[in-house]
């Protein structure tokens, strides 16, 4: 036995030392379990599945203008070898993200929080950072990889959560939490990128301060939950990246860098900024869906979050959820059996009803977990020539207290008929020229912001309600 034991210390050791490489930006060589093929391997397979959650925010000239400025950033990082990617989601979240490979995303959401260029080129400098880190991988090879999810990765406990991931393969994809000293480097290699591309670099510190008000101060349901528990404290970032653009500014000898604010300002005028109606939104505790014609309520204080895929809802103790989804089948009993066998179901019973005149499936199904029953009632609905999937999830054990909060939402789903529902247009962000000197507060109200929203745009301008804005000065206000 004391001879097995040697041999497999002496093979782990033997794994061990091949598996470290050189780090791309350190020079260390640190233990990874991922090859670069690999990484590249996952970014394909993952970005496809990211597009599918979100979808593609349409938009040629903002589209141009990251392409170019991450091709330009890529050229001069610690990988330029690989083939980039930069990619516009269609999300009012206030974020960025990479997976490995080099595919880098925007929400819609962050590009219309950015006051200039260089608060974009600082953050895009943040996570091509964390591809040519390697942070992705390092964090696989720690096996630190957590299932996403804005609600059920947050609030869903894990039993339940795993069956709710499976409803949607969105909601599958891997995504990284990384550590502080993770962020800090690639804080500093966002400094380095963007100072490198000629942009100053001090504007991205503005920025963490901005995305630390969203978070905190009005406007947090554009904000991920979490962002920035994992990120140094925005204060010390912001004097940190200051030091640091600093310190770049003279290494390179640059002391006329780019800021770009008007420019900027005008290329986004015209995104929509929060929820577009168009692909559903939550007015008093209701689920309103303008295309597709339908509406159900949602239990009061539960969480719920909204993705072109489908729409979940969440517990606040975290022990149940619902979502929505399509499911393809020619008929009811076809999607009840295609839902059975994709969730690996048992039916329990299930019986045809029908949900205010529409024809319907009401089923209850098991799943065996390592960790115990989940139980499911689900309303299989047919309207408007789809068949969608009202599916409840809860432990066996918490089934019967969840089971009105189900049938009061599921057997309320109706089809959508007032107008001022059907025709609701998004708000966008419109560029407008200060005409005279005043506070930021002041010109709002000249633009005839309500009183209620005047700190939700102090903060989406960068500023502060008593900041004075110059005689023809371009300031960001929110308009259908």
């Given at each position: 036995m004391?001879?097995h ?6 093979v ?10 050189k780090?791309p930006?350190?020079g ?11 990484e590249?391997a996952?970014?394909?397979q993952s ?8 979808g ?13 400025k991450?091709?330009q ?19 009012p ?5 990479a997976?490995p490979g080099?595919y880098v ?6 590009l219309?929080?950015f ?8 953050v895009l400098g943040?996570?091509i950072?964390?591809?040519t880190?390697?942070h992705s991988?390092?964090?696989?090879s720690?096996?630190q990889?957590?299932?996403?999810g804005l ?5 869903v406990s894990?039993q339940?959560?795993r069956?709710g991931?499976?409803?949607?393969q ?8 990384f550590?502080?000293?993770?962020e800090r480097e690639?804080?500093r290699?966002?400094v380095?990128?963007s100072t490198k591309?000629?942009y100053?670099?001090?504007?991205m ?7 630390q ?9 554009n ?6 528990s ?13 030091q640091?653009a600093a ?8 002391p006329n860098l780019?800021?770009?604010?008007e420019?900027y300002?005008r290329?986004?005028d ?7 109606p ?6 008093n ?6 295309e ?6 949602i ?8 993705s ?5 809802m ?7 959820m619902?979502?929505?989804?399509l499911?393809p089948g020619e ?5 009840a059996?295609q839902?059975?066998q994709?969730?690996?179901?048992q039916?329990?019973?299930a019986q ?6 529409l024809?319907a499936?009401?089923?209850v ?12 009632l689900t309303?299989?609905?047919?309207y408007?020539?789809?068949i969608?999937?009202l599916m409840?999830i809860?432990?066996?054990a918490?089934?019967?207290n969840y089971?009105?909060?189900f ?6 789903f ?10 609701r247009q998004?708000e ?6 200060v ?5 930021l507060a002041?010109a ?7 009183e209620?929203?005047?700190?939700e745009?102090?903060?989406l ?12 000065m371009?300031?960001k206000?929110?308009?259908?």
């Amino acid at each position: 036995m004391k001879k097995h034991k040697n041999t497999l210390f002496a093979v782990s050791i033997a794994l061990l030392f091949s598996s470290c490489a050189k780090n791309p930006v350190t020079g260390n060589r640190e233990i990874m379990l991922m090859s670069e093929s690999q990484e590249i391997a996952l970014g394909q397979q993952s970005d496809p599945q990211i597009v599918a959650q979100f979808g593609l925010y349409e938009n040629a000239a903002l589209q141009r203008f990251i392409s170019e400025k991450g091709q330009q950033m890529a050229a001069i990082s610690h990988r330029d070898n690989l083939n980039y990617e930069f990619k516009i989601v269609d999300s009012p979240v206030i974020n960025a993200f990479a997976v490995p490979g080099g595919y880098v995303y925007f929400t819609r959401g962050i590009l219309a929080h950015f006051n200039n260029e260089a608060q974009f080129a600082g953050v895009l400098g943040h996570e091509i950072g964390h591809i040519t880190a390697r942070h992705s991988a390092q964090q696989q090879s720690k096996a630190q990889l957590a299932q996403f999810g804005l609600v059920l990765g947050s609030v869903v406990s894990p039993q339940v959560a795993r069956l709710g991931n499976e409803l949607s393969q969105g909601v599958g994809l891997l995504f990284l939490k990384f550590g502080r000293d993770d962020e800090r480097e690639s804080d500093r290699l966002g400094v380095e990128y963007s100072t490198k591309i000629g942009y100053d670099a001090e504007e991205m510190g503005d920025f963490f301060l901005t995305l630390q008000r969203a978070q905190g101060g009005g406007e947090e349901g554009n904000a991920v939950p979490g962002f920035l528990s994992t990120h140094p404290n925005p204060g010390e970032r912001f004097e940190t990246v200051n030091q640091l653009a600093a310190e770049w500014q003279q290494k390179l000898n640059q002391p006329n860098l780019k800021v770009n604010r008007e420019s900027y300002l005008r290329m986004i005028d015209g995104i929509i900024y929060g929820e577009d109606p168009k692909q559903g939104f939550v007015e008093n505790n209701t689920f309103y869906h303008p295309e597709l014609k339908f509406k159900f309520p949602i239990p009061a204080q539960w969480m719920h979050q909204n993705s072109p895929q489908q729409f979940q809802m969440a517990s606040q103790d975290g022990n149940a959820m619902m979502a929505l989804t399509l499911v393809p089948g020619e008929s009811l009993e076809a999607a009840a059996q295609q839902l059975l066998q994709q969730y690996q179901l048992q039916q329990v019973e299930a019986q045809k009803t029908t949900v205010n005149g529409l024809p319907a499936i009401a089923m209850v199904a098991d799943q065996q977990q390592q960790g115990g029953v989940i139980r499911t009632l689900t309303y299989l609905i047919q309207y408007g020539g789809n068949i969608y999937s009202l599916m409840g999830i809860s432990s066996a054990a918490n089934f019967n207290n969840y089971m009105q909060a189900f049938t009061s939402t599921m057997q309320s789903f109706s089809q959508l008929t007032e107008p001022d529902k059907l025709n609701r247009q998004p708000e966008r962000i419109r560029i407008k020229t200060v005409a005279q000197s005043t506070t930021l507060a002041q010109a709002l109200r000249n633009f005839n912001t309500p009183e209620n929203r005047l700190e939700e745009l102090a903060i989406l301008n960068g500023l502060q309600l008593n900041d004075r804005v110059e005689k023809g000065m371009l300031i960001k206000t929110v308009a259908q």
